[in-house]
Each structure stands twice: as C-alpha cells, then as structure tokens.
C-alpha cells in the first residue's frame, strides 16, 4: 500500500488482539484506507469516513477479539523517525476516553518500499507518554 501511493505518504488504523496479561499487542490485520484521508509527499491527514461502522463490524464479527490498536503511516523516501506531529496526534488518540485505546501503538515505515524499508515502532501511552520499540529487522 506505500508503494502503490508513492510519492505520497499513506497510512490506516491498526487492528489487533492482546495478550491475556495484556503485555503483548498482536498487529494482525489493517483497516481500509478511508476516503476523505489527504496525503502529500511529506504529510498524511487519516480520514474518518467509514471507520465508526468498520470497527462495528469487526467487534460483531471477532465477538470483541479484534480492537483498534493504532495507526501506521508511510514516510516516503525517507527515515521511519517519528515527527513531533505524528508524537502529538498518536498521544491525542491515547489520551482520547472515547477511543478506549490507552496504549496506542504507532509503526512509521521508511524507506522506498523495495530494497530499502525501514520500521519505527512506539507506543502512546496515556500513563507513560511515548515509548520507543525496536523492532526485529
Ligand atoms: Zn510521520
């Protein structure tokens, strides 16, 4: 899906499970890419459209085994490092009650998609502010 949106960046929400001590999240699957999301080659705005009857669908289907647990979004060309806006928004999205997300993960993927990919993982924590993952290459 970053391939196929380059030059642009492009992003969707993730959707998971937890472990039953809830330590560990497990990226499974994403959601669509809504249709009123703007993106340019340095920014990605994700849309809202659609989203509030998909992760309806999913808690009927999975009977409340499959959540949001946050967002990815591509840097094209470029490093997987987080800016101060992504910070800011994925900390909004944790400390938001209404999206019952505390934890909120966030995977930047970097890179040209081909040869050269690279993934920044972290996680929003409404208790604990950012903490940054290493992810296995
Ligand atoms: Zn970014």
């Known amino acids: 899906m970053a391939k196929d949106h380059l030059p642009n960046e492009v992003g969707t929400s993730l959707v998971g499970s937890y472990s039953e001590d809830c330590f560990t999240a497990f990226v499974l699957d994403i959601a669509p890419l809504p249709a009123d999301s703007k993106s340019s080659p340095v920014s990605f705005l994700r849309g809202v459209r659609g989203m509030k009857e998909f992760f309806e669908h999913l808690t009927k289907r999975f009977r409340k085994r ?66 940054l993952l290493n992810p296995a290459d």
């Open 66 to 131: 499959r959540f949001y647990i946050g967002e990815w979004h591509s840097h094209p060309f470029s490093k997987p490092d987080s800016s101060d806006m992504d910070r800011s928004t994925h900390l909004r999205i944790a400390q938001d009650r209404a999206t019952e997300c505390a934890e909120v993960i966030m995977i930047v993927f970097g890179g040209d998609f081909e040869q050269h990919r690279h993934l920044q993982v972290s996680v929003h924590s409404r208790e604990r502010d950012l903490v």
